[in-house]
């Protein structure tokens, strides 16, 4: 490692770490519910319902995480005191998560847009955020704050129109069919957008300090636990709101993997559209139904554009990491005329590209998303919770642990059942390992 006493400026507070955090976890809605719907139909709220627990899990202990590393406790830079080959794993299976969360983002974006071939839409954005990128990260870099005000308040609105029909939901709901083992897998299948706590998490170093403590002696937590608890009971709330007022659709049917609606064929990938439009519609009458329904396009389009920025973002920050670190060749860390580097944009860029154009759909990218994303979480928490120098109570090593264990028996399922995902993570995993030794 190549060592520096350079610092970047602490100049994120807790509302904007809250707005990185929620462009990520806030976009999970926006398509998680269609594809639960998918594999389990009106039993479907029960798979959400456990995502949503999962989701409460790992934000309690990213809240640990924030506290014990206030110079960044991603798990490139927290695991690797521990262990520098698992650190690399960890950090390019985070690269494996952040290429398909920006194809994934995208491409959802555009399908709610409603636009003929959205995948191609979503390649266009990509590259054109990646060319924005290379002017520096502050031309794009306040669009996700600027856009999660907005979602929120749709978000309420549209939780407002659902709450009168949670009775007829409950009508409709039914049990979780098959077995034990196949349910688990229907579950596994939907974990997705969890890697805003890893992209918080490594925000800790530039998040303002608490009252009273200095860069010696660094403490965030006024800082990253309200914007992790904040948006987790966001996400938790209406996910689980939305995840049951779904069943109170009527004519609903699961055809090869798609969810087609009465006069609406293909609802699956923007459910929360045609909720809106619904049940708006219900209330108001079409014609309002219809606007809010173009809202929730707009918006949510918007929100994902701006996750799918985040994670080239992201990308682009960790292979510089690397970079310094002499974990990756030293042209990712040559820097143009803006302060940004070049290659590791270019390679950003133009894998989230090939993805979204080669894959086109969006079960197939969940597919891809979670094998990255929970191993990252898995190898951070594991790590975490057995380093005994640690400052842990008890119980949130107990947490940890435990939270670990299902993460870690989530990432088996993945390896096991998707193998699509363990040729994406091996492939990932075998340049990055190439690249290392250049």
């Given at each position: 490692?190549?060592?520096?006493?350079?610092?970047?400026?602490?100049?994120?507070?807790?509302?904007?770490?809250?707005?990185?955090?929620?462009?990520?976890?806030?976009?999970?809605?926006?398509?998680?519910?269609?594809?639960?719907?998918?594999?389990?139909?009106?039993?479907?709220?029960?798979?959400?319902?456990?995502?949503?627990?999962?989701?409460?899990?790992?934000?309690?202990?990213?809240?640990?995480?924030?506290?014990?590393?206030?110079?960044?406790?991603?798990v490139?830079?927290?695991?690797?005191?521990?262990?520098?080959?698992?650190?690399i794993?960890?950090?390019?299976?985070?690269?494996?998560d952040?290429?398909?969360?920006?194809?994934?983002?995208?491409?959802?974006?555009?399908?709610?847009?409603?636009?003929?071939h959205?995948?191609?839409?979503?390649?266009?954005?990509?590259?054109?955020?990646?060319?924005?990128?290379?002017?520096?990260?502050?031309?794009?870099?306040?669009?996700?704050?600027?856009?999660?005000?907005?979602?929120?308040?749709?978000v309420?609105?549209?939780g407002?129109?659902?709450?009168?029909?949670?009775s007829?939901?409950?009508?409709?709901?039914?049990?979780?069919?098959?077995?034990?083992?196949?349910?688990?897998?229907?579950f596994?299948g939907?974990?997705?957008?969890?890697?805003?706590?890893?992209?918080?998490?490594?925000?800790?170093?530039?998040?303002?300090?608490?009252?009273?403590?200095?860069?010696?002696?660094?403490?965030?937590?006024?800082?990253?636990?309200?914007?992790?608890?904040?948006?987790?009971?966001?996400?938790?709330?209406?996910?689980?709101?939305f995840g049951?007022?779904?069943?109170?659709?009527?004519?609903?049917?699961?055809?090869?993997?798609?969810?087609?609606?009465?006069?609406?064929?293909?609802?699956?990938?923007?459910?929360?559209?045609?909720m809106g439009?619904?049940?708006?519609?219900?209330?108001?009458?079409?014609?309002?139904?219809?606007?809010?329904?173009?809202?929730?396009?707009?918006?949510?389009?918007?929100?994902?554009?701006?996750?799918?920025?985040?994670?080239?973002?992201?990308?682009?920050?960790?292979?510089?990491?690397?970079?310094?670190?002499?974990?990756?060749?030293?042209?990712?860390?040559?820097?143009?005329?803006?302060?940004?580097p070049?290659?590791?944009?270019?390679?950003?860029?133009?894998?989230?590209m090939?993805?979204?154009?080669?894959?086109?759909?969006?079960?197939?990218?969940?597919?891809?998303?979670?094998?990255?994303?929970?191993?990252?979480?898995?190898?951070?928490?594991?790590?975490?919770?057995?380093?005994?120098?640690?400052?842990?109570?008890?119980?949130?090593?107990?947490?940890?642990?435990?939270?670990f264990?299902?993460?870690?028996?989530?990432?088996?399922?993945?390896?096991?059942?998707?193998p699509?995902?363990?040729?994406?993570?091996?492939?990932?995993?075998?340049?990055?390992?190439?690249?290392?030794?250049?």
């Open positions: 490692m190549i060592p520096t006493n350079v610092k970047r400026p602490r100049n994120v507070d807790w509302k904007r770490a809250a707005a990185i955090l929620y462009g990520d976890w806030g976009t999970s809605k926006a398509y998680v519910i269609g594809l639960a719907f998918a594999v389990a139909g009106y039993a479907s709220f029960w798979l959400i319902a456990a995502m949503c627990v999962l989701t409460a899990l790992v934000g309690i202990n990213y809240m640990i995480i924030c506290r014990l590393y206030p110079d960044g406790g991603g490139y830079a927290s695991v690797r005191h521990r262990s520098e080959v698992i650190s794993v960890g950090a390019f299976l985070l690269i494996a952040y290429l398909v969360t920006a194809a994934i983002s995208a491409l959802s974006a555009f399908q709610y847009l409603g636009v003929p959205p995948e191609k839409f979503a390649a266009a954005a990509i590259l054109a955020i990646g060319l924005l990128n290379l002017l520096g990260p502050k031309q794009t870099g306040g669009l996700a704050f600027l856009v999660s005000i907005p979602t929120v308040i749709v309420i609105v549209l407002l129109f659902c709450l009168p029909h949670i007829e939901a409950f009508g409709h709901l039914q049990p979780l069919h098959g077995t034990v083992g196949q349910n688990w897998f229907a596994v939907i974990v997705l957008a969890l890697s805003g706590v890893e992209a918080i998490a490594n925000a800790t170093g530039v998040m303002k300090l608490d009252p009273g403590t200095t860069e010696e002696n660094p403490c965030v937590i006024k800082t990253s636990t309200p914007a992790i608890l904040i948006v987790m009971i966001e996400v938790c709330i209406f996910t689980a709101l049951l007022a779904a069943h109170a659709l009527n004519g609903l049917q699961v055809v090869n993997g798609d969810v087609n609606a009465p006069g609406a064929e293909g609802v699956r990938d923007y459910l929360l559209r045609y439009q619904i049940f708006v519609g219900g209330a108001m009458g079409p014609g309002l139904g219809h606007i809010f329904a173009i809202v929730v396009s707009v918006v949510f389009g918007l929100l994902l554009l701006s996750a799918s920025n985040t994670a080239i973002v992201d990308l682009i920050a960790i292979q510089f990491l690397m970079s310094r670190d002499r974990e990756l060749p030293k042209i990712f860390q040559k820097l143009n005329n803006w302060g940004v070049n290659a590791a944009t270019l390679l950003a860029t133009i894998v989230s090939l993805l979204v154009v080669i894959v086109k759909d969006m079960s197939g990218l969940a597919d891809l998303y979670a094998v990255g994303v929970v191993g990252a979480i898995a190898t951070n928490l594991g790590a975490t919770a057995t380093d005994r120098k640690l400052s842990i109570q008890l119980w949130e090593r107990t947490l940890m642990f435990g939270t264990i299902v993460m870690a028996a989530i990432e088996l399922s993945l390896l096991i059942d998707k699509n995902a363990r040729y994406f993570a091996v492939t990932i995993l075998a340049v990055g390992l190439i690249l290392r030794g250049l």
